[in-house]
Each structure stands twice: as structure tokens, then as C-alpha cells.
């Protein structure tokens, strides 16, 4: 994503201010002559009527191309991308916080309407703050929106487990005092299995120890399983509404079984889809970059050939430098965050775990006791 030029004279700016059910359109010269603000829906003919209102602008305003413009406020705006695609149009965009200063340049007001909004993004076009559009296409495409499903999945995930540790506080606080965490294999086989406190306290020593440490591959001992017998007899969770807890408990064991699932087959489709792109060979032969960063990094970048230079993919992900000094004093270097926010974090785990990265050992002397833990 790059910064597109000045509007020159002889260009038609059309500009949209997206919203979920209804559009606003506006057409303008770059010399100020423009068209009154029009309404036009997320349909087929509403995308038509707007086309027809391009054609005949650039026609009163004798404009040789067009440059269409639109702020990036989620994906209410994609289905018309797709249609604008298709025509002689360049695609913009401009960022929502340029459009709320220039608001208030325009007028000394921060009045905001379906009316006003498309004139101001004209503005910010026609003095050159935009920027370019790259659309996916094909096997990217699908990247991308493979990218997308496993990060909500993943955060669905989190989610369920810090519930799920909730429960288990509430029904069995001591749970923790053996199994250091109840999201490994072992732990969650046990909640599933045994449901209650005092099943697992009525359960067989032998059997208990037999299936922890297949589990774990021999990482408990007999007297773990004895001590979970033990701390499962005399436990302090509560009794009161017990039954609610435990249907909440294998709800949540149900669902993340689901989403592993879901995980692994999303992943599974994100090999497949690499093999099919070949320069993908090259990003895996990085040491650290796995399917799941390679697949992330050309979702995210979609066209390598689209950029220029290494600042353009950096303020793409947000990672451009910035500070705020005044005087005497001198700002912190932070990163501005204004950019794709997966691509962010993608970016951050490959530098983690990379061979040779200043965090490496950090991040492998945590890893192992992680993997301590969850035994």
C-alpha cells in the first residue's frame, strides 16, 4: 500500500462513505466542480445506479479517468470493491483519521453526516492523501480469508480456556496443585472423563495413575495421582450448584474440541493453498517460518510486486517509527500501529522464534517450561 498521487486536472474523485445497508456517493473535478451527495444501496442495482452516475459526471465534467475513494472502515466496502474491480477506476483509500481532522479544517466542526463525509474524502484525495488499494486475488484471496477464520478460532480458544479455568477455580481450586495447567492433554482428558471432584476421589489409584502417565508420556508419578485423589476428597470447591458448574465445564470441553478441529482443518487448507503459489517455497525455507507465517505474510502482503520498497511494507503493518517531541523534549520511538494488525503480530512471532533472534533464548527457555507445565 502506497500513497497515490495528486489528482490531476482532467481526473473525475468519486468519493463513498460506506455503510452496511446504504452508500453515499459524490462526484467532483479536481478543479471543484462536483455533483450533489446521492444515496445508493448495497444491491446490484444500487452499485449500477452508481456506475451510471460516474459515467454521466465524467462526461458533464469532461474528465479523461476516474479515481474512486473511499474511507477504510471495515468490510462493509468489499463487495463494492469487487464490483468497481471490473471498470476503468483506480481504487483508494483514506484513513479515518485524516477524514475527522479535515472535517474540522473544512468548518471549525466536528459535525459528522452521510452528506459531509464523501465531500471531506474527496478533499483528502484531491491534495493527495490517499492510498492505494491492493485487491486479493485467487489463492491469495484465500489466504487471507483462511488467515482471518484461524485468528478468530484462535481468540475463540483463548476464550473458552479462561472459562473453563474459571469452572474449575469454582468446582475444584486444588485441580492446579497437580495439573500446574488445566489446558494440556492430561488435564482436559480428566475433566472430561471424571466431570466431578468426587468422582475423581472415588476413582482407582491404579487406573488414575495408568492414564496420567500414558497422557503424559510418563511425566506424572503414582503419587500425583494419589495427591489428585487426595485433594479431590477434602477439596474446598463449592457444592452449592454443582451440576450447573459441571454442564458449563463439558459445554466448554465440547466446544473446544470443536475448535480444534476447526483449527487444524484451516491449517491443513493453508499447506494446500501454498504448494499451488510457488515463490511460498522460498519464504519456508526461512529457519522459524512455519505454514501458518507464510501462509499469514502473503494473506496480509497479497502482491509482493506491488511494493517498492521495505518502508512501504513496514507502514503496511503498522511498524513505521514515529515520535512526539516539542522543545527541549524528545519523544519515545513507539511504532504508529496504523496498518494491518495480523500482519503485525505474524511479523512479531517470526522474529521470536527465528534462529539467531536476540529473543530466541528467552523464548525457548519459556517454551520449555510451558511444555513442562502442560504435561
Known sequence: MKKAMLAKEGTLIVTVDIGMTN?????SAADGRSSKTFKFENTRDGFDALWTMVLASKAAFKCDEVIVGYESTGPYVEPLIHYLKKKPVKIVQVNPMHTKKMKEINDNSPLKTDSKDP????D???VGHALSVVVPEGDVAYLRRLNNARERHVKER?????????FVFLTFPEFTRVLKTIFSKTALYILKKYTTPDRIGRASQEELDEEMRRLSRNKFRTRDAAALINFAKNTVGIQEGLQG?????QHVLIQLELLAGFIAAIESEMEITLRRIPYSRNLMSIKGFGIVTVAGLIGEICDFTKFTTQSQITKLAGLNLYEVSSGKRRGQLRISKRGRSLLRKVLYYAAMVRDGS???????DQREQVIKEAA
Open 245 to 249: 458448574l459441571v454442564m458449563d465445564i
Open 23 to 27: 452508500n453515499h456517493g459524490y462526484c
Open 358 to 364: 536476540e529473543f530466541m533464548e528467552n523464548y525457548a
Open 119 to 122: 465531500r471531506v474524502i474527496a
Open 158 to 166: 483463548a476464550a473458552l480456556l479462561n472459562q473453563l479455568r474459571q
Open 124 to 126: 483528502i484525495i484531491r
